[in-house]
């Protein structure tokens, strides 16, 4: 109730467009799962799935207005602060449809996306997610891989000696399914906690991207790299809303850390 306020009164008072002005020193990091045509009122998945119609209307917006879509291998390069609104866009779990609609959206506006694939559910390569031949379709077409644990474990609930397992073994797993390096991961649930983080750095991963809210300043990308913060468009809401999580919604979030 308080959210729709705000958002309601945001979208109308102006204050999105004069916040949007001084967000140039920000980096946005647009975080998806599912992706399809039409999205069933009982799906299992509806609350982090978009349609393709808003998920290309969002992605045109971002580059009418813009933004510099990178992936997270990017970062080390942007610190100088010249890179206009840089933006990540990033899937997780990697669902079957990312290969068979949001490729295809992202090829036609020559953008680019990171994807944070489960290994496990690919071995198992069932219905629902991609299998090793379309998480490797999109890294031959420029996409950018990372991990996202081996079998989706919720870090915080398992014994510290499998946290390194899952960190492990899925990079080395997708390092060898795809032939390149992976220097970023996911947490699943967007669980973790500093040790974790700090396992997640002895593991070799340069970027981890949390579930916080908010945008991220140029210094948290070098001195706070694995608690990388989102911004979570969610199903049925609109172009308005999008521009309003992108820009004002972070205002609470960005500011308190
Ligand atoms: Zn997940």
Partial sequence: MLKSLFFFVVRFSGFNYIYSKFMGNRIFIVGYHSVRPKIEIDDSV???SVDTKMFEDQIK???NHGHTIIHFSDLAQIKNKKTKKPTIIYFDDGFKDNVLYVLPIL???NVTGTFFVVPKFAD???GQYMNWEDIKKLSSSGMEIGSHTYSHAILTSIDTRLVSGELVSSKEKIEKEIGNHITTFSYPKGRFNK???????QAGYLYAITTQYGTNSFDAVVNNQYVLKKIA???YENMSDFMVRLYSF???YDFRS
């Avoid at 040790?195 to 750095?201: G, H, K, Q, R």
């Fill in 61 to 63: 917006y971002l580059i």
């Fill in 250 to 252: 972070n205002i609470f």
């Fill in 233 to 235: 468009p969610r199903v």
């Fill in 46 to 48: 509806k609350k982090v």
């Fill in 124 to 126: 198992e390569s069932g």
């Fill in 195 to 201: 040790d974790i983080a700090e396992l997640v750095s």
């Fill in 107 to 109: 090829k036609k506006y």
